[in-house]
């Protein structure tokens, strides 16, 4: 990047800036034509100049000039007008260049402010394209929260600048000097006073504003610093917890904190210094005009108009002088901001940008092989982990990287997915060197996987097909309103230099999955997450999440279905027992007297949880059952069971995690409210205290908890209420609740509970694992399998995908990589968060799937144990750096005595 | 059947029948009510042991693989307690418990059972008491055993 600031932003924006500065030099005559009126209007119609004779008159806009060679030109004669009426039409003028000369501030503001977005959008487009450009190994030395706080902080205040880079100076200069001359020409003395005021700032307060300069950057550095610290802190926040060093941070933090408010402090004593000074110098002007300028007008040599224009006009000196010296200030603050990110940005060895350009066409099959030639790498000590290291993998290859602990097989996987540089030597593709090769190449038709797993916030689809995500295949296709509003998205972008790729295109490069479309992508993500162990988990996450009713349309189509399919199911396999259907007119003894009650999901807070017993219409409805009462009494018997039971455990037991009806830290509370009810009647109990204990009966289960709370004729005077709740349901509660309906699909709860219907049977064993399978068995059935899965890949895997467990984010890592069916699969030591026999497992599915479809790509695998070498055609052996062994494992067993060593 | 039911039997085994009623009261209640049917099994010889299960109704089979397949060597019934050694010596299943006709049990989990030994020292006393009579009774047939075989 350019790094002086003015020329980058002349660069870019030159026409904008003359055109700005044309309008701003037009600004300036209703600007000027402003000052000379008053002076016209207190002479002329307030004091009487030139309507000495009663009934006078004067000529009102006569436009007439003198040109060289023609002559005198009158354009229009004007009018005559009285004293009164010129009075009216020389303050009507007034108002009118008033209104006139606020237009122009406001084209002007506008105009600056959209160039300085722009040009500040374009900066910033610039700094995360050299970020994406930046050589790997940049990386161990930069702090991401630094890049990120320059990026977004530290260029900020260039946006504000870079419209008024070059039309301040013009306009600010322009009015100084119209306000200057001005008084010259009223007075050339008293303008001989100002200029000289005037010089005095313009040279004494930029020299004083030097050391703020200085502060600035060290401001800036500092803060920089913190920042990137604070990252720190954020990312090692389980390190600090284990070795009890959070006090240390705590005093780095302060310590920083201290020098960035010294640093601060001492800014703002110069500032007001130098704004005390600069105030003062101003003032000055005016109180020499006061004295001198009244002085002469009381010799007669300068008459009171003259002497009113030229206080006016100075009081319009010292803000455009003011803001010029700012400008400066600002000019250079920005200028040194600038300099000191396109430093950070400036690295060696950035990578080409046609390495990266897009492309939308189909990549050809990488057909030649791939070759580590005479390669040499060592790590940032310089201890070598690669020597002089050559071999060859052809199309088709299948090849185990063996090597001792801590050798350069890791490496070798490295440098073949490009992500270390060799010292000397080279990976080569053919006749390039595999580093000169353009990313849409590599990117498309290599994939790589390693335990070193990186994600992205956002849900495991995103995730699993980000590495198919290189162009935007499929345009989206707009509405009307939408098809202008992605016009100006891609006018903006093109004139903030930005790339108008549409985000909201489908990017998904479906081809190079082995698929047609988004319809059929499950064919391919469906065997690829089988192959690596993650099905399970993933249709788990489905089962247990609610589906979206207008993406998952076939499930909620057929739920009527399923239900009925899984209740034959149960039947023949003798098992109708595990699940207790829920049933419009019946009690289900397996839920809770809550769910019993409601006989729906919830869908807002008014009737979840403790809301429920506070909704006052459905007190009404308990009330009008006589159900408060017995609930009342059901919540104290539970109070007094549950204190009875855990009142002596310490509030972090285990055992607490059975208690579902009250927190370890509610009891104590609990116990109060027992003592103080106790004997109360019903009757008398405060609306509250009957909310908290009516509260605790909604949790009751009796299979589960077998207190011994219900009788039949509470169960169905439970069912009654439920009845009466849903027949006088007022409107605002209605999109509160969704009813239970055997043939509805119900928003709002689990797949698993919709497909269910009902609650599992406490006390079955075996009985959730039996009746998931089942359930499983069905959906695959009714080919909703895939959907559920899509509902389990709605899931959000938080930043850095650390809401998975690292197994997970480790088996994803590797579904990413053989989901893209490429023709070199290079895999670097995967799954090391798994045990070895689930690695083994998972390495013959890999090896099996990526041959579905007749494909046969080269695998390059460095394997965690030396065991696994033995499903290869071809196996590599590294001691150390050296490659020392090379062919199949049988032959290796018998000849190679360090592979040997190896195995056993 | 309901916790109070559970807590009189629980009493009735003998590892629990000096312990006061409160206590088996709670540890009724941390526990799971598990039905099993006929020939399904409570768990399997070489399993790991998670659970003691006390027999509430019904009856089970106590089964041992040994070389010549498997040998039914003892059953169980109401108010017995099975599987309690693994979960008190960290030694997986000697042998399968299966269920002979519909069983119900309460399962205590060990992770529970070894708390309320933790935390209530009169049970733990109750047991090794147990135990104790157990081994001595064990001590003393293995002695009649080897002069029956002199």
Redo the contacts between chains.
């Keep these: 990047m350019e790094p002086s600031l003015l020329r980058y932003i002349w660069t870019h924006t030159w026409r904008q800036q003359l055109w700005i500065v044309a309008i701003v030099v037009l600004s300036m005559i209703p600007y000027y034509m402003s000052f000379d009126l008053p002076k016209l209007i207190v002479n002329g119609p307030i004091q009487g100049g030139g309507f000495e004779k009663p009934g006078a008159t004067q000529t009102f806009m006569n436009i007439a000039y003198d040109f060289p060679l023609i002559g005198h030109v009158e354009f229009f004669s004007g009018f005559q007008l009285g004293r009164e009426q010129m009075l009216l039409a020389l303050s009507m003028v007034f108002l009118l260049l008033v209104v006139i000369n606020g237009l122009f501030k406001l084209y002007i503001n506008t105009y600056k402010g959209r160039l300085g977005e722009r040009m500040l959008r374009r900066v910033r487009y610039q700094l995360v394209d050299l970020v994406l450009r930046f050589p790997i190994s940049h990386f161990k030395r930069v702090k991401s929260a630094e890049v990120a706080t320059m990026i977004k902080d530290e260029v900020e205040p260039m946006g504000g600048f870079i419209g008024d880079a070059f039309v301040q100076p013009v306009f600010l200069g322009g009015q100084a000097l119209t306000a200057l001359i001005f008084i010259m020409v009223q007075s050339f003395w008293l303008g001989l006073i100002a200029l000289a005021i005037v010089a005095v700032q313009i040279v004494l307060i930029p020299r004083m504003r030097r050391r703020l300069l200085v502060l600035g950057r060290e401001r800036q550095l500092t803060a920089r610093e913190l920042s990137g610290r604070v990252g720190e802190i954020v990312d090692g926040i389980g390190a600090i917890h284990i070795n009890d060093t959070s006090n240390f941070e705590r005093a780095d933090i302060a310590a920083r904190l201290g020098r960035i408010f010294k640093i601060r402090y001492d800014l703002y004593q110069w500032k007001f210094m130098v704004k005390f000074i600069n105030n003062f110098l101003a003032q000055i002007t005016p109180f020499l005009f006061y004295m001198i300028g009244g002085y002469l007008a009381l010799e007669g040599r300068l008459d009171v108009g003259q002497l009113v224009a030229v206080i006016a006009a100075y009081k319009d000196l010292p803000g455009p002088m003011k803001d010029l010296i700012d400008w400066d200030q600002m000019r250079q603050d920005v200028q040194v901001k600038y300099a000191q990110v396109v430093e950070q940005f400036t690295v060696d060895r950035m990578l080409e940008a046609k390495q990266q350009a897009i492309t939308l066409d189909a990549i050809s099959p990488m057909a030649g092989a791939l070759a580590a030639v005479n390669l040499t790498m060592h790590d940032d000590g310089g201890a070598p982990l690669v020597e002089h290291v050559s071999f060859e993998v052809h199309p088709g290859d299948h090849v185990a990287l063996v090597g001792t602990a801590a050798g350069g097989a890791d490496s070798l996987g490295e440098a073949f997915a490009r992500l270390t540089q060799p010292i000397s030597g080279r990976v080569t593709h053919g006749d390039s060197d595999l580093l000169d090769i353009s990313e849409s190449v590599t990117g498309r038709r290599m994939a790589y996987a390693s335990s070193d797993v990186s994600m992205f916030q956002g849900t495991l689809r995103d995730n699993l097909l980000y590495g198919l995500k290189h162009a935007p295949m499929r345009p989206k296709t707009y509405d009307e309103g939408g098809m202008t509003q992605r016009k100006w998205e891609i006018a903006e972008a093109r004139n903030a230099g930005n790339p108008d790729f549409d985000i909201l295109s489908d990017w998904i490069d479906y081809e190079s999955a082995g698929v047609k479309g988004p319809d059929d992508i499950y064919n391919a993500i469906r065997p690829v997450l089988e192959a690596v162990l993650l099905s399970r988990d993933v249709l788990d996450l489905g089962l247990r999440s609610p589906a979206h009713p207008a993406r998952h349309t076939k499930l909620v189509e057929h739920i009527g279905e399923l239900r009925s399919a899984l209740r034959a199911r149960l039947e023949k396999a003798d098992m109708s027992g595990m699940v207790v259907p829920f049933e419009p007119g019946s009690y289900n003894r397996e839920a809770t007297v809550g769910e019993n009650l409601l006989f729906g999901a919830a869908t807002g807070p008014e009737l979840r949880g403790k809301g429920l017993a506070e909704n006052p219409y459905f007190i009404s409805v308990l009330r009008e059952s006589g159900l408060g009462e017995r609930l009342y009494t059901m919540g104290l018997d539970i109070a007094e069971q549950a204190i009875e039971l855990f009142a002596d455990l310490p509030p972090d037991h285990p055992f607490f995690q059975q208690l579902a009806f009250m927190t370890p830290e509610e009891i104590p509370t609990f116990q109060a409210l027992l003592q103080k009810l106790k004997g109360k009647p019903f009757a008398s109990v405060s609306s509250d205290d009957r909310a908290a204990i009516i509260a605790l009966s909604f949790a009751y289960i009796e299979p589960r908890h077998r207190f011994g709370l219900l009788t039949d004729e509470l169960m169905k005077k439970i069912v009654d209420a439920r009845e009466a709740f849903y027949r006088n349901m007022p409107d605002d509660l209605k999109g509160a609740i969704e009813r239970y309906d055997p043939n509805r699909y119900t928003d709002a709860a689990s797949v698993m509970d919709n497909v269910l219907f009902g609650r599992l049977s406490h006390g079955q064993a075996d009985g959730a694992e039996r009746v998931r399978t089942m359930v499983c068995e069905i959906l695959d059935e009714y080919g909703v399998y895939d959907e559920v899965l899509d509902v389990g890949l709605s899931f959000n895997v938080g930043v850095g995908g650390r809401r998975l467990s690292g197994a997970q984010r480790q088996k994803l890592d590797l579904a990413r990589a053989i989901l893209k069916r490429s023709d070199f699969l290079i895999i670097n030591r995967p799954l090391l968060a798994l045990d070895s026999r689930t690695q083994d497992q998972i390495l013959r599915n890999v090896l099996e799937e990526v041959k579905r479809g007749d494909r046969n790509p080269a695998v390059l695998w460095v394997v965690s144990a030396p065991a696994m070498s033995q499903y290869f055609d071809r196996v590599l052996v590294f001691d150390g750096s050296h490659l020392v062994g090379d062919g199949t494992n049988e032959t290796l067993r018998s000849d190679n005595a360090i592979f040997k060593q190896l195995v056993s | 059947?309901?916790?109070?039911e559970?807590v009189g039997m629980l009493r009735q085994v003998p590892l629990f029948s000096g312990i006061e009623p409160?206590k088996l009261?709670?540890l009724?209640?941390?526990s799971?009510?598990?039905?099993?049917r006929d020939g399904?099994d409570?768990f399997r010889q070489g399993d790991e042991g998670d659970a003691a299960y006390v027999i509430l109704s019904g009856e089970a089979d106590i089964i041992v693989d040994s070389d010549a397949g498997p040998i039914t060597v003892a059953h169980v019934e109401p108010n017995s307690i099975v599987g309690e050694i693994a979960i008190l010596c960290d030694v997986s299943r000697t042998a399968t418990v299966r269920a002979r006709g519909p069983v119900e049990t309460l399962r205590i989990r060990k992770?529970?059972f070894l708390?309320m030994l933790r935390?209530f020292p009169e049970m733990t006393i109750e047991i090794v008491r147990v135990l104790a009579n157990r081994l001595s009774s064990t001590t003393a047939e293995l002695a009649e055993a080897k002069s029956n075989h002199h």
């Design positions: 059947m309901m916790l109070k559970e409160a009261k709670l009724a209640f941390t799971d009510r598990v039905s099993y399904q409570l992770d529970h708390r935390e």
